[in-house]
């Protein structure tokens, strides 16, 4: 080749490079322009417009301090029992009900926030990933105010007054307050996590000691430690609808566990769904709305079918007025009851009604999560129990046993008792009580109130108990003991590992014997220190365990394959 010829080439060749680098750097810059745009719209998506409130007066009333631990503003109040909850009373307009609760609740509020975005961060420790996850759950959430009525809208907004302008970086007080209510439902549908495997039943008839109902729960939703401290069980008179109390914390003004005047009970459980593509209408508000607003099951089916949900979930409703209960499965699309026709009823995180007993992601859900298994415990200890009292209603929340009374090891999600409860309650809605737990989950005292007591009080002018104290049922002795000891010792171990800190491993497993999950924290431990022959010998006797799941026991024989890699290269 000549020397003009090579130049030739060469110039051909630098022409095509450039032409290249031109079409590169316009695809880039199309690239960055919709990812800016992208950026963009999220970031604006990501912040909601407060409802337009046309009397804003609430605003202006102050909370007064009285004695000890006793705040109100008027009629309403706040204040600390003896055994660590905190008894909240409101009333007034949605706007008004909102601030008030906020305004007596504030530091509660705030500790439930430290609490969320310290587990967060712990969930989440790189700060550029927390950030893509805030306009993820943003985009999620983008059409969140259109599918929360406008009364619930101005509640949260005025419940965000008192909010803590320190989390901004999370979003503005009420957009942050509108995402939370959200939580719950993203929470146990990305990945099927599954962060509230809950149980609950009831009995009526002559399945009680004297024919009135009987409905339990317990909440097992965990979201940290510090989440579960500052429980509020709150009492509303609305403007409009029924007297209703629940179970609650700082900041939400949804349901999960609760009753009304009328004797109508709703606590909600979760079931197997598919990863949202937007949003709907968060569950605990659909719970919120019926416990205000419905006096039977009929009506209470009637509020749940309107409303378009983010997950799907089961709603346990007991109704005196119907002198049963129900359950209502509702999916994203789709509802329909489960009612089993007879004096009794369980439901733990599985669908049971006809059109949804052979869905697809049921079956999934019935096969490889713990849900069948807890129900057929569940069966077995109510069975035992039979005629049911408040008592054995405890007795069978806080057992921590398998099928035949087997050891399957303290905390098992097998177990009724899974010792991770935010709370445990049991409703007796002909009379009107309720007993909420209190103390080391569901081992604690269950305090007993009486709704129409509460809600007959004309404010509160000194600092007074509101709980029935003679039918307090007593603590669970399982909290004197060693085991319960042993237990604390190998949950700190555990709490050791998921925080990156030092675990003895001989001490979590000798304080748990009979607990699969011990060998695998242990296992854990020293597979992250390449210490994988011990690793393969605590996974291996993991196997041997009673496990909660099929995904958990897959994960542990992953683990073993692991080791066995690493020891035969």
Known sequence: MTHHSRLKTIFAAVKIIRKILKTTAIALGIFLVVCLAMGVYIYNVSEFEPPVIADSSALKAETGHVDNSLYTIENDWIRKNKYGL??????????????????????????????????IKQMVPSESWRNILKYVIGFINRDLPEHITEEYRKEIYGISRSASPEFNWIGDNYTRLMNYHAAHDIGHALQNLMLVGCTSFGAWGDKTADGSMLI????????????????????YNPGKGHKFAFITWGGFAG??????????????????SDIPGGAATPVSLVAREVL??????????????????????????????????????KTPNELDIYDPATDNIQCTNHYQSKQFEQQELN????????????????????????PLTPQKMADILRDRKGLGNTDIGNGNEKAVNQLIAHH??????????????????????????????????????????????????????????????????????????????????????????????????????????????????????????????????????????????????
């Not at 008894?87 to 509020?109: A, C, F, H, T, W």
């Not at 729960?217 to 709150?234: L, M, Q, S, T």
Request: aromatic letters at 12%.
């Open 363 to 386: 079956l999934e859900q019935k096969d490889r999560s713990a849900s069948v298994y807890r129900y057929k415990r569940l069966q077995e200890l109510m069975a035992a129990n039979y």
């Open 255 to 272: 349901v999960v566990s609760g009753m009304n005047e009328k004797g109508l009970t709703v606590t909600i459980n979760a079931a197997r």
């Open 424 to 569: 445990s309650v049991i409703f007796q809605p002909d009379s009107l009580r309720m007993w909420v737990s209190t103390g080391n989950w569901q081992l604690g005292e269950y305090i007993c109130y009486d709704l129409r007591k509460v809600f007959a009080l004309q404010g509160m002018k000194k600092d007074t108990t509101i709980i029935e104290t003679a039918l307090t049922i007593p603590a669970d002795s399982f909290i004197y003991t060693q085991e319960f000891k042993d237990f604390l010792t190998f949950r700190a171990n555990k709490m050791a590992l998921l925080e990156g800190r030092a675990v003895d491993t001989a001490a979590t497993v000798s304080s748990n014997p009979n607990y699969y999950d011990a060998y695998r924290i242990a296992g854990d431990y020293c597979m992250n220190k390449h210490w994988y022959r011990a690793a393969l010998a605590y996974y291996q006797t993991s196997l041997t365990k009673e496990i909660a799941t099929k995904d958990e026991k897959e994960a542990i024989e992953e683990k073993i394959a692991m080791c066995k890699k690493n020891l035969n290269p």
């Open 86 to 119: 905190y008894e909240m009373y409101v009333s007034g307009s949605p706007y008004e009900l909102g601030v008030k609760n906020g305004k007596l609740s504030r530091q509660q509020i705030v500790d439930q926030e430290i609490a969320f975005t310290e587990q």
């Open 292 to 329: 205000q607003y419905a006096g039977n099951i009929e009506e209470a089916i009637a509020i749940a079918k309107k409303r378009e949900m983010f997950v799907s979930e089961s709603f346990l409703v007991g109704s005196a007025a119907d002198g049963k209960a129900v359950v209502i499965e």
């Open 216 to 235: 339990g729960r317990n909440f097992d939703f965990w979201v940290g430690d510090k989440f579960a401290e500052n429980k509020i069980v709150a009492f």
